[in-house]
């Protein structure tokens, strides 16, 4: 081992120098020369019976090389793999069949020497579409809707129900019910490089695809389906992503388009979408109505949670299937919840289907929750933070196992965070014009599914070379993969390169979501590098006739030897073999899932007269395990909580009539650097987990779990001052909505 | 390499001149740049000029010259702004012609000197050159994903091999000191380039200063004017020696170092020169509407090449102080 751990040292990202000095090449980038141009026709309306498509006139076009429609990919659809195979209506066609579903849904695809030409050519597809009544989540919800999909009856494509302890006799018995209704807007990824991407026909049948997304592999089971080909004939990669958040998790129809376009034309073909398109079309979040009650004794402890979460999910079903489940989770933040009775329905809706953008919901169940809370501080006459305390799951209890579910608060202390938090948040004096309020919210954070892949090998140079099929964008995987392998490896950084998102490396990897990655790819890095030891001392042991434990590793000079024999010594090139030492490893724990938690504090500053808030303070007391990178790790709690900022003050992704009324930057307001809080205070509360080797949970989403609650929270104390009868409902918090809180005109 | 006539350098550059102003002329600069990615007219009666086989031995069909020919030739590349693969062809697939058949002397040639370096023209190389661990070959399927490029002559773009075959065509021991050779002499003809756009630039400015009217007089009758021509010229002067001693390195096979560091140097001298001509041209030219603007472009590309910063800088200071 080295005489410094890297695990728990801010060393520079391994991914920087190429990014800062330009050498970032992103799917759009990656085009190779004489590519066609592909530019895609798309629906107008909401909902629409495609009467006719006529595109003969495209076809005219100089530079034009062909014009599709469904009829010309005998109606290839896209199986969305977050979703059972099973649900008929898990087919999204890759150019509308009968009907459009949403504004935006593809209609026809039109290919092009150059992009000008294609696109003059997309405005020379004429076609009519009969409108059909557009289905809200309203309508959807009230039984009388059109149907979106044929098999579909009432629209709804998923029901479930998380029931445990005896919620009725609960309610019966409690001091104090409490009770939050909300609707919660849609949200978009926002990702500064929109989805593109691009493909070419490969010498043995195949094809590559450059794309940007966060799943290599899933764009790979995609495509290998829809282009009939092995999985082995699709190679795809994804170089440089610029933001993912969720979105590009999915596997898109003009992914689809484009790489079948390559195969069947025998050319490179790229796409990159306008702004507008990747509004419309790459899938948002959120987008959910939850109707929730809280019971409580007299002294404040709660009895049960009970409700409906009511989801949207768009034209086609995706991962907005999973909110619902994960909404109802989270609600037990870090509470001890003796009874729950829960149903959730999700219904086909005309907008772009959902999907998860950071955090995946987790916020939505954390901000119930956290809002229940501070009615029940309002019902009892408790302190905010007071109410939470007697709540809280504490130390002593753990490994707790929520009866009914399959999760276990297996560590974290959370009274301590609460405290850390608490103690450091204050609310200042009116004064300048302004008042100010103050919140404290806690949650936590489940993290961990699936499996991971690595594959090492070290070279007779000393090199270690590790290949992981995790695809990034921008979290540092690298890095962090790079510093657990030095450690576990017993290698100096500099000698450790680490490939990503390709899916020539390894064999098949899951998503870049859900804060993941650190487990899984940490844990699978570790392991490779652990046995990878273990072989290496191995063999210099036989070859020198020493006993491992006396064997010394040189990987600078690429030498082992013998302890205190500095005269034997063997150099890699003899040791290993032809190709050097090869590791294949993987993760695939039974219960992979560990906790991150924390407690937040916000203050915020509210102006009177404009209604404007500004986030002036923000505390968070974190426990993510064992931290493998701390400057990284704080990049992603500002950056989450960023995030959940524009959650809870600036993001709506609006539809009127089926129309998407917020379809750019200027209509779709995200933080930008005068929104981010003067002061952040991060204070690091990690406690182990044994749910995985390494001890390592969930970061990425973290920060933007709690901020909406707590900064709810606190515009709720600074409007009261003003109009104590206030209560924060719906979200995000715009001034127009927050001047009609102060003036008693209710914020929903 | 056979050791040519002193007086040869000269020849060739004239003949350069010559032909450059026929074929590349600088009249309509920027249309010329913008109709069409290589100075095709330039490219072919190069071709029969015999500008591909210069570094090429006589056996060949080559003339067999050195680094000082190939300064000339360059320095009138760099004056016109012909653009196309002229380093790759005329350095890289000159030397190879000695080992390779590389097709017609009209084949706009690539060269690939590392994996995932950004080659200049690859999407429309005729032939692209790769150099491997022990050998350089010849790439075939090779793609060329171009990038944007801020220089109006030049054309880059990255070069993926994945699913490419590269059949060797000079391995070991040679293929080591080709590769050298092809580094060594690229500098060379880059920093010729560099000595003709400074020089052009030059010019440009002189003609202009006595164009321009100010307050009933040229602007070169002033005296500010007048000074910035000289410290141009003197600047220029300097851009001239190091190309000079750039040549004599690689004649006399001095140490890579030395050479990038007196490229260095030379591309910063040449900035400062196209920079101070677009202070005589009173700004004229910052934008992409006069032909100075290709000249300041390409110029800033060129420093980029060597992209090695302040060390190198020191040491070619220390080797031009001798």
Not at chain 1, 202 to 217: I, L, Y
Not at chain 1, 276 to 296: I, K, M, N, P
Not at chain 1, 629 to 644: D, S, W, Y
Not at chain 2, 39 to 63: H, N
Request: net charge negative.
């Amino acid at each position: 081992m080295s005489a410094q751990p890297y695990i728990g040292r801010s060393v520079r990202r391994l991914e920087d120098p190429h990014l800062l000095t330009g050498r970032g090449r992103y799917a759009g980038d990656v085009s190779p020369a004489g590519s066609l141009h592909m530019a895609v026709v798309r629906s107008p309306l909401g909902h629409g019976r495609i009467a006719s498509i006529d595109t003969a006139a495209a076809r005219e076009v100089a530079g034009v090389v062909a014009v599709w429609t469904a009829a010309d990919l005998e109606r290839a659809f896209v199986v969305d793999e977050f979703v059972s195979a099973k649900l008929p209506a898990n087919r999204r066609p890759v150019l509308a069949w009968e009907t459009a579903r949403y504004v935006g849904e593809p209609l026809a695809a039109v290919f092009a020497e150059t992009p000008l030409a294609a696109a003059d050519a997309a405005a020379l597809v004429y076609f009519e579409l009969d409108p059909l009544p557009v289905v809200d989540l309203e309508t959807a919800r009230s039984g009388a809707a059109e149907r979106i999909d044929a098999a579909t009856e009432g629209n709804l494509v998923q029901r479930g129900r998380v029931d445990y302890g005896d919620a009725v006799a609960a309610f019966a018995a409690a001091a104090h019910v409490v009770r939050f209704d909300v609707h919660l807007p849609r949200i978009c990824g926002g990702a500064m490089e929109p989805r593109a991407v691009s493909a070419w026909p490969t010498p043995g049948g195949g094809v590559r695809v450059a794309t940007s997304t966060q799943a290599v592999f899933t764009v790979r089971r995609a495509l290998a389906r829809l282009l009939s080909l092995e999985v082995g004939h699709v190679e795809v990669v994804a170089e440089d992503v610029g933001g993912g958040f969720g979105p590009k998790a999915a596997a898109y129809g003009e992914e689809a388009l484009v790489a079948l376009a390559a195969q069947r034309l025998g050319r490179p073909v790229t796409w990159t979408a306008s702004r507008s398109e990747d509004f419309q079309t790459t899938y948002h979040s959120h987008g959910v109505a939850v109707a929730a009650e809280l019971a409580a004794d007299a002294e404040g402890r709660i009895l049960a949670l009970r409700g409906t979460v009511d989801q949207e999910a768009g034209g086609y079903p995706s991962m907005g299937l999973i909110q619902p489940p994960t909404i109802v989770t989270h609600l037990l933040s870090q509470y001890a919840v003796p009874a729950m009775a829960f149903e959730h329905r999700t219904f086909l809706t005309n907008a772009v289907p959902t999907a998860a953008v950071r955090g995946g919901s987790r916020p939505v169940g954390n901000y119930v929750v956290e809002r229940l809370v501070d009615r029940l501080a309002d019902a009892t006459g408790l302190d905010r933070v007071e109410v939470r305390r007697r709540n809280q799951v504490t130390p002593d209890r753990m490994p707790l196992a929520v009866e009914g579910t399959v999760h276990v608060y297996d560590s974290g202390d959370f009274p301590a965070q609460l405290e850390a938090v608490a103690s450091r948040i204050r609310r200042p004096p009116a004064g300048a014009g302004l008042v100010y309020g103050a919140g404290v919210v806690v949650g936590a954070e489940t993290s961990g599914f699936g499996f991971e892949p690595a594959r090492l090998v070290v070279a007779a140079d000393g090199r270690a070379r590790l290949d992981i099929g995790s695809t990034p964008q921008g979290q540092g995987h690298r890095t962090m993969a790079a510093q657990v392998l030095a450690d576990r490896l017993g290698w100096p950084l500099e000698l450790i390169d680490v490939g990503v998102a390709d899916t020539t490396h390894v064999g098949d990897a899951l998503v870049t979501g859900g804060s993941r990655t650190a487990m899984y790819v940490g844990n699978v890095a570790a392991m490779a590098g652990r046995e990878a030891r273990r072989r290496l001392l191995e063999l210099a042991s036989e070859k020198l006739e020493a006993a491992s434990a006396d064997i010394v590793v040189d990987p600078v000079k690429a030498v082992a030897g013998v302890l205190g024999v500095p005269a034997r010594q063997v150099p890699f090139a003899e040791l290993l073999p032809e190709g050097g030492l090869q590791v294949e490893e993987r993760y695939a724990p039974e219960r992979g899932t560990a906790w991150g938690s924390s407690a937040h504090g916000a203050v915020v500053s509210l102006d009177p007269d404009t209604g404007k808030v500004e986030v002036e303070r923000y505390v968070i007391a974190h426990d993510i395990g064992r931290s493998i990178n701390p400057m990284t790790v704080e990049g992603q709690l500002i950056g989450g909580l960023v995030h959940g900022l524009g959650i809870a003050l600036l993001e709506e992704a609006r539809y009127v009539d089926g129309q998407l009324v917020t379809g750019s930057f200027l209509d779709y307001s995200t933080p930008t650097a005068p929104d981010i809080p003067r002061e952040i205070e991060l204070l690091d509360c990690a406690t182990r987990t044994e749910q995985n080797p390494e001890g390592f949970k969930g970061v990425g989403e973290s920060a933007t779990i709690m901020s909406p609650a707590a900064i709810a929270s606190a515009v709720e104390d600074a409007v009261r001052q003003l109009n104590p009868a206030a209560e924060v409902v719906g979200l995000p918090l715009t001034p127009d909505r927050v001047l009609a809180l102060i003036q008693g005109e209710g914020g929903r | 390499m056979s050791a040519a006539a002193p007086d040869y350098a000269q020849e060739i550059q004239r003949s350069a001149r010559e032909i450059l102003a026929r074929t590349a002329s600088t009249e309509g600069l920027l249309e010329r740049l913008r109709a069409e990615d290589v100075s095709r007219g330039a490219w072919d009666a190069a071709a029969q000029a015999g500008w591909f086989r210069l570094l090429s031995g006589e056996a060949a069909g080559g003339l067999g010259a050195g680094p000082a020919e190939l300064a000339a030739l360059f320095r009138e590349i760099g004056r016109h702004l012909a653009a196309g693969p002229w380093v790759d062809t005329v350095v890289a697939a000159g030397l190879l012609r000695d080992h390779a058949d590389l097709g017609p002397d009209t084949a706009l040639i690539g060269y690939l000197p590392e994996p995932g370096a950004v080659v200049e023209f690859a999407a429309v190389a005729d032939v692209l050159v790769v150099r491997g661990p022990d050998s350089i070959g010849l790439a075939r399927g090779a793609l060329a994903m171009p990038l944007k490029s801020f220089d109006l002559a030049g054309r880059p773009a990255q070069v993926d091999l994945t699913g490419a075959t590269v059949e060797a065509v000079v391995e070991g021991a040679e293929a080591e000191r080709v590769a050298v050779a092809i580094a060594r002499l690229a500098r060379v003809a880059r920093s010729g380039e560099l000595a003709g756009l400074a020089a052009a630039a030059l010019d440009m400015s002189v003609r202009y200063a006595g164009e321009r009217v100010q307050f009933d007089r040229p602007i070169g009758a002033f005296q500010a004017v007048q000074h910035r021509i000289a410290e141009m010229a003197v600047t220029r002067t300097a851009v001239d020696s190091a190309l000079a001693a750039i040549v004599t390195l690689a004649a006399s096979e001095g140490t890579d170092a030395e050479q990038a560091a007196l490229y260095e140097y030379a591309a910063g001298e040449a900035r400062t020169v196209v920079l101070s001509a677009l202070q005589v041209h009173g700004g004229i030219g910052f934008s992409a509407e006069h032909p100075l603007h290709a000249y300041i472009k390409r110029v800033l590309r060129l420093q980029a090449v060597a992209g090695e910063g302040e060390p190198l800088l020191d040491l070619g200071g220390r080797l031009l102080a001798g």
